[in-house]
């Protein structure tokens, strides 16, 4: 009676300790490798679209800029126009 108990006992112990081996095993080389690859897209996508918007905001800056006259452009960079030069 005491042996089967006991029988039974261990034979839970291990087939627990088996059940949860075999789900990090799984976790390991199924789904943590997934969840990275999903973070690094995600990571690219942002940097992306952060780029993109760099370059956006640039280009109005430039058609901004080619709109002024030298006199314009010193006074953007905080100059004073005189004489036909910026100080």
Known sequence: ???T???IIAGALIGGFTVFLCFGIVNDLVL?????????ALERADTLKKAIDLVNER???NADI????DAG?????DGVWRDGICH
């Open 1 to 3: 009676m005491i042996s």
């Open 5 to 7: 108990r006991l029988s």
């Open 66 to 69: 080619q709109k002024l006259d």
């Open 59 to 61: 280009s109005r800056t």
């Open 32 to 40: 943590l490798p997934q969840a990275k690859e999903n973070g690094r």
């Open 73 to 77: 452009i010193c006074r953007e960079l």
